[in-house]
């Protein structure tokens, strides 16, 4: 039994004069652990899939099942970080990272600590009672990677929570990102489409193809890329070689014909 | 030349170059407030305007300080804030609270619209007269004036802003598996409460137009009631008193709402 498995998804949105497609026979499983990559041009129905994952979405047809169970709605098994850090600006960053152990009614002083060492851990000791605004977008994001944290999730579903940040703080982010998750052995699916991003951080990527969504082909990192941090794996010989094969991919994506 | 750069000099001269130019404003404030007053005073001295219409600010100093002598003028002017105060708060709560609900019910807010968009574009003041046969002519029904002048247009403004709150930052909470409640009260309200706030000062001066017009109406004490009686006996200083004093109340009324403003919205400094 897979630890995450995903099951014959469709989702079709519905307007007043139209029907769209967005996700067509998504089928994919996924082990503890393992850190996977949705990887695709926007408007493939990535968040779509994000969203149905978390319980946010029903899906029109199909299942999500964690650890053979079926998710109706959203709980403690998934932790969601979106493009933006989304902080809430009238709560200190304090307030803000412990919204979630509240929200679920699991804020005890034993939580509460663990997620203000966490904070202390992830670089961002001193600002618990600053508010938002005063911090940098890279901070801004690591709270909002701590919030994420603090009610220890067993999925981490990552959405592009790095396309809003400049590019030496998103290599530096990605790198504490992918190190704090196999520190507590999370299990995380990353949306993003940034070919690099999903090479350097994950184990295997999803490629998919736009309206309906669909996985037009899995891409296994290999085994000593997957061990290097994103940095280093943006320097790997392999690296290239792979990005070579995937921008192929998207290309021969883009180019086919519209039906 | 570099060498001369004195970086706290210069931080001086800006620093003074910013009083000078607060003190300026404040100059030409006063200058304005007494220019006013005592061309005012001059001109019915002078008679260049009726007295008898125009008063003066003498006349009008001299009227309340006989007012406050016989105890009439502070009982008026305590019923008015009181009911102004009562009106200007159940209108707000009132439309905050039909706005929480819209907002809780959408199906509810479709139906209600069309009833929404007639009640705004109806004159509340126009009402009066159905108030007081239906509450009575006491404080009751100048409260209720005060009020439902201000609760509609709450409601619909609130509401929108309910509205308009970012999605992500529901997100961000149903994610954490929230209830609508608890969505509601950690998102929904605290982004709203600039828009509460901008709401508040409006509505400030609303309850002081319900509830003189509801005081013209009833006759019977309060600040309006002494610009009727003022206008039948034909005393004009009367009622440039009463105008006065309105405005000083409902100028203090919106700094209070400042007050509340800056205990509110901590993140905006």
């Known amino acids: 039994m897979s630890f995450l498995s995903i099951k014959d998804i469709y989702h079709v949105y519905f307007t007043k004069d139209s029907t769209t497609t967005a996700l067509e026979d998504i089928s994919l499983t996924i082990e503890e652990g393992e850190f996977i990559s949705l990887l695709g041009p926007s408007g493939c129905g990535k968040t779509t899939l994000l969203s149905i994952i978390a319980g946010l979405l029903k899906p029109t047809y199909g299942e999500v099942l964690i650890e053979g169970k079926k998710i109706e709605k959203a709980k403690s098994d998934i932790g969601y970080m979106l493009q933006q850090d989304y902080l809430f600006p009238w709560k200190t960053i304090e307030e803000n990272i412990l919204v979630g152990l509240q929200i679920m009614n699991q804020e005890t002083e034993q939580t509460r600590k663990k997620t203000l060492d966490l904070l202390e851990e992830i670089g961002l000791k001193g600002v618990e009672k600053a508010y938002p605004k005063q911090l940098s977008g890279g901070m801004r994001q690591r709270a909002a990677l701590v919030r994420t944290l603090a009610t220890n999730p067993k999925i981490l579903l990552l959405d592009e929570p790095f396309s809003a940040l400049d590019f030496q703080t998103k290599l530096k982010l990605e790198d504490l990102v992918s190190e704090t998750l196999k520190e507590y052995q999370k299990t995380a699916i990353l949306v993003t489409h940034d070919i690099g991003e999903a090479i350097a951080m994950s184990d295997r990527i999803f490629l998919l193809s736009k309206r309906p969504g669909k996985i037009a082909k899995v891409f296994d990192i290999p085994e000593n890329l997957r061990n290097e941090t994103p940095f280093d794996a943006r320097q790997h010989p392999e690296y290239s070689n792979i990005f070579q094969q995937i921008w192929e991919e998207l290309d021969k994506l883009e180019t086919k014909p519209e039906h | ?269």
């Open chain 2, 1 to 269: 030349m570099k060498q001369n750069l004195n970086i706290n000099n210069l931080h001086h001269l800006y620093l003074q170059s910013i009083k000078k130019e607060k003190r300026l404003v404040r100059f030409y404030q006063i200058l304005i407030f007494i220019v006013f007053f005592g061309f005012w005073e001059i001109a019915s001295r002078s008679h260049w305007i009726d007295p008898l219409i125009f008063s003066a600010p003498s006349k009008v100093w001299n009227l309340f300080l006989d007012k406050i002598n016989d105890g009439s003028l502070f009982n008026n002017l305590a019923v008015t804030l009181f009911e102004t105060v009562l009106g200007f708060i159940i209108g707000t709560a009132l439309g905050v609270i039909i706005a929480a609900l819209l907002w809780w019910s959408e199906r509810l807010s479709n139906i209600l619209d069309p009833y929404l968009v007639i009640l705004n574009a109806m004159p509340k003041v126009a009402l009066g007269p159905i108030l007081i046969v239906a509450l009575g002519t006491g404080y009751v029904s100048i409260i209720a004036m005060g009020a439902i002048i201000s609760v509609i247009i709450t409601t619909i403004v609130i509401y929108t802003s309910f509205k308009e709150v970012d999605y992500n930052y529901i997100k961000v909470l149903q994610t954490f598996g929230a209830n609508r409640k608890q969505i509601f009260r950690d998102v929904i309200l605290p982004s709203s409460f600039p828009a509460i706030i901008s709401t508040l000062k409006v509505n400030v001066g609303l309850s002081w137009v319900g509830v003189i017009v509801g005081e013209f109406l009833v006759s019977k004490q309060g600040l309006g009631y002494l610009i009727i009686y003022g206008f039948q006996v034909f005393n004009f200083t009367l009622i440039f008193l009463s105008l006065l004093l309105i405005a000083i109340c409902a100028t203090l009324m919106y700094q209070g709402v400042e007050l509340l403003e800056r205990k509110l919205i901590k993140d905006s400094k």
